[in-house]
Structure formats: C-alpha cells, structure tokens
C-alpha cells in the first residue's frame, strides 16, 4: 500500500460508516447464497442454529469486506466507483477498518465452529483468508487473472451453508459453487467494460486494461457458454428440478444472447450509447444469479413434499 494509506484521517466515524465497511450489498449475496445452500441441503437444520449460523456467514463475509477496503484504500481513492468508500473518504482510518476485519474474523468463525461444527467454520476462514489475502493482496494486482481465480471467493458461501447442515461437501455443494465460480468473470468482466479508465487510472491489471476490451468481450462470451453447460448440468444433480431446469434454460439464454451483443459490439458502438448494453449485461447477471439460486429454493421445497420423486438424478 502508498504510505498514503497508512496515515490516520482521525476517527469521527459513525455506525453507518463502519456498515459500508462490510460491505452490505455482496454481504446481501453471501447470505441468500450461503442460505439457499443451507436449505437445499438434505439434512435439516434447527431454525435457530441455521439463523446463526447464517449470521455468523455473513459477520465473515463483512470481515472480507473490512480487509479489503483497508488493504485497496489506495486505489479505492483513484477510482470513481470507489473513491467514497469510508476509508479513502477519510470517515473510518486504515486502522480501524483492519482491526474491524480481524476481529469479526475471529468471532466469526469461532461462532460458527460452536453453533454448527468445525469443517462449516474451517471452510469459513479459508474464504476470508481467500479473499483478503489470495485475491486481494495477490491476484487483484498482480494479474488480469485476478477475477477468475479469486471469483472462488465469493463462491464458497454455498459451500459453507451446505456444510453447516451436513458437514462436508458433495457434488452439489461443488455444483454450486461452479455455478457462482463461472459466473463470475463475465458480470466482472462487463462491468470493467464501462469502467475501463478507472481500473487503468488505479492500475488495476484487469483484462480490459491489459489485452483489450476486444479480448475481454471474446472471453465473456467464451465464459457464457460453459456457465450455460454447468447451469443446465446442475439441474441434473440432487439439488435440481423442473423449476430450476426452466428457471435456467431461460436466463441462460437471455445471458448468452447478451453476450453475443457485446461480442459483435466495437469500442465505438459502446462510446455510442454510454456503454448502454455493457451495462444492462451486468444488471442482468446480478438478476441471473438471484433467480437460479431462488429456483433452487423451489424445487427444494417440492422435494420436501415428496414432489420430485421421479426427477432424474444424474451427476
């Protein structure tokens, strides 16, 4: 980090102050996924057992965020997207917002390793671990890769809520995971789209900035195409059913017909229109991953009432 952002702004910081430290709006995403993962799982769970341990998911989730913000204050302040951020904004100090992160670390996975059993909270502390130091540490400015490996971050919070109820992983606590891992470069990848210059202003290597937006569309539909296969594959998996099979065939076509748009789309078409379909790609794939998720949820709850008792199971 620039010894900018190792110096104390003074702390007049309020409660809100320190919650935009965590992040809420993935910190949103961590807990419907790691939830839904929670439920879909064939063991059940005690209400007040899972409620807390969902808590504590999400406590480390917000630990994630905390690290991250203090460890990126420097280039949080380059970037329009980010510049008001509490630590580059001068309302939380670099420090506070270090000692946030560890501390919720600890009592998160601690928490969680009494509420609901050590491999849930070991899996935890391997995500905060992963995304504060793997991703954000390493990858984020060391290669344009930096999406790609570190999107397995945020694609373990399934993981950890299948985990809580059955102690362990399975190939549909993998599927989704894939699900979220794939998905992951290409909502990046279009957001770095219509905001190129502040990535290249940051220094941040991410693809737009170092092989091009040509390069980077070529690879979003590439991506697109094998979330399409891992999407429809999950639909055949324990967890799957009729309400995800269609839920996916849907939004997966939606997503691939967006993504040829910004295959055959030039620098030029995107200056155009203000970067209108760059944008309205990446609302989409946050819609994307709620409704498959969300479908999932359904065909579970057919399954509690013995209604997909004929549905294949394959993978």
Known sequence: MSDATANDYGDDSQFEDY???LKPRVMSLVVFTAAVGLLV???GVNPVIGFASILFIAL?????????????????AIMKRTVKRPVPDGRV?????????????VIAVGMLALTANWFAAALLAFTIFFYAVIYT????????????IGGAAGAFPPMVGWAVATGGVSV????????????????????????????????????????????????ILGYTVVLFVVAIATAFTGIGGP??????LILNVMFLMG???LWKRTDADADGDEYGAERKFFRLSLVYLFASFAALLGDAALRKFDLLNAWPVVI
Do not use: C
């Open 19 to 21: 919650f935009a430290l």
């Open 41 to 43: 799982a064939p063991v």
């Open 60 to 76: 480390g989730a917000g630990a994630s965020g905390a690290l991250n913000m203090w460890w990126d204050a420097d280039i949080d």
């Open 93 to 105: 100090t670099p420090k506070n917002a270090m000692i946030v992160g560890l501390w919720l670390s």
């Open 137 to 148: 540490m390493w990858l984020k400015r060391w290669t344009p890769q930096n999406i790609v």
């Open 172 to 219: 549909e606590s993998v599927a989704m995971f894939m699900l979220i891992f794939i998905w992951t470069p290409p909502h990046f990848w279009a957001l770095s789209l219509f905001m190129n210059d502040d990535y290249t202003k940051a220094g941040v290597p991410m693809l737009t900035v170092t092989h091009g937006t040509r390069v980077t569309r070529n690879n």
């Open 243 to 248: 309400i995800y099979l269609a839920t996916a």
């Open 259 to 261: 993504a040829v748009k």
